[in-house]
């Protein structure tokens, strides 16, 4: 049997006096290839993509409300690289040119909600940088640029595999890469660590080449990346970039992702100022048998409704907070030091979480300024709307309330449309 045409592994060759020659290019010589090759460019790509839409979040306050604009950036890039994966010659290898030049931009132009502006723009705040229309495209462009370069390289290892074969490695390293980033975060690494790990894939995928601009770039990215990690008062938790700004002797104002969500002080500044983290109390006075014995507190943060709960009689605080570097910033920050209380356990979980998995019964139950206070619709992924802001949430907090029991939820809603959502 001399057929003139075989196929193996889905690629046909010719036969021709013997010699087999393979109708698809070579496979470059790389010190990392085969099943290896395709697992590092997988978790690449998808550990850049959860990286990007991570550290943009942080820096750029518009995407609070645009929340699956790098998402979609994302898949348009992926789509774009297998598309035109014999370009994965000329485009990967400059990878880190482009992805150091975007970090450089952002870095340059943040988009952070100015705290001290009075001038109300966007929703109600005033924010420093570029404006949205120009800032938000350019993202999502370079966002696209950026994981079709890496999808690129992918699609082009995929050619040296069976379909099923290449779809179960692509898989397994997508897998790998939400892992390493997912551990990262809750080991609340900051973005430093995040670009080591992509210089590093990239070094070694790209080996024995030796190009002097890209590598040059790898250096520059992580160069910027330490700097914005280590800045003074700037912490990473494992949700939001935490910026910690003091005010004044006795207040310190919090950031999230660029977005003045917290301010630390004291009680007596509280009493002072009429605040309405004290005003759950006046309703606890207005119920049938007044007590707030027992307090749940969803959101706790700093500590100051913590402390508000023990001053005003509370023999037991459940302090509830997701973040667990929120917490540490009040036992560091809060000059009361709730935290240190006998008669407070803090717990760190997700607040729709706690209420179902516990057993107790309180007098008082806060949501404690858990509202984002964005803009989203109603089918978001936000975990506060989504899980806390439920009619499920709504009858766990009822089931978990004694007889004459008080549930509040407060914030600062400077808008009416804010209340009318919660509504």
Known sequence: ?????????????????????????????????????????????????????????????????????????????????????????????????????????????????????????????????LP???????????????????????????????????????????????????????????????????????????????????LAACMALVGMLIAESFTPGVAWSPYYKITVKPRDATSTLVLFNGVPYQLIESYQTMVDTHQFNLVPYDHVAKAPDPAHDDVLIIGAGNGKDVEAALQRGATSVEAVDIDPRSVQLGRELNSDHPYDDPRVHVTIADGRSFLEHTDRHFDLIEFAGTDSVTVVLGQSSLRLESYLFTAESMRAVRAHLKPNGVFTAFNAYWQQWYVDRVG
């Not at 087999?20 to 290019?25: E, H, K, L, P, S």
């Not at 950036?73 to 035109?84: D, N, P, V």
């Not at 890469?177 to 430093?192: K, T």
Request: aromatic fraction near 12%; proline fraction near 7%.
């Open 1 to 129: 049997m001399s057929p003139e045409r075989v196929l193996t592994l889905g690629r046909p060759c010719l036969l021709d006096g013997g010699i087999i020659r393979a109708m698809v290019q070579a496979p470059r010589s790389h010190t990392v290839r085969g099943p290896a090759r395709l697992l590092i460019l997988s978790s690449l790509m998808l550990f850049v993509e959860l990286a990007l839409i991570r550290w943009l979040g942080s820096n750029v306050v518009f995407l609070g409300f645009f929340s699956n604009f790098v998402l979609l950036g994302s898949f348009l890039g992926i789509g774009l690289g297998f598309l035109r994966c014999e370009w994965h010659d000329r485009f990967f290898p400059n990878f880190p040119v482009l992805f150091a030049l975007f970090v450089a931009l952002v870095l340059a132009v943040p988009a952070a909600v100015e705290a001290n502006g009075s001038e109300i723009v966007y929703v109600g705040i005033k924010v420093s940088g």
């Open 132 to 214: 949205p229309y120009v800032i938000l495209p350019l993202i999502f462009t370079c966002v696209a640029a950026l994981l079709s370069a890496i999808a690129m390289e992918v699609a082009a290892a995929f050619k040296t595999f069976s379909p099923l074969t290449a779809y179960r490695l692509d898989i397994s390293g997508s897998l790998l890469g939400i892992g390493l980033f997912s551990a990262l975060s809750f080991l609340e690494a900051p973005p430093s660590a995040w670009g080591a790990i992509v210089v590093v894939a990239y070094v070694a995928l790209m080996l024995p080449r030796r190009r002097l601009l890209p």
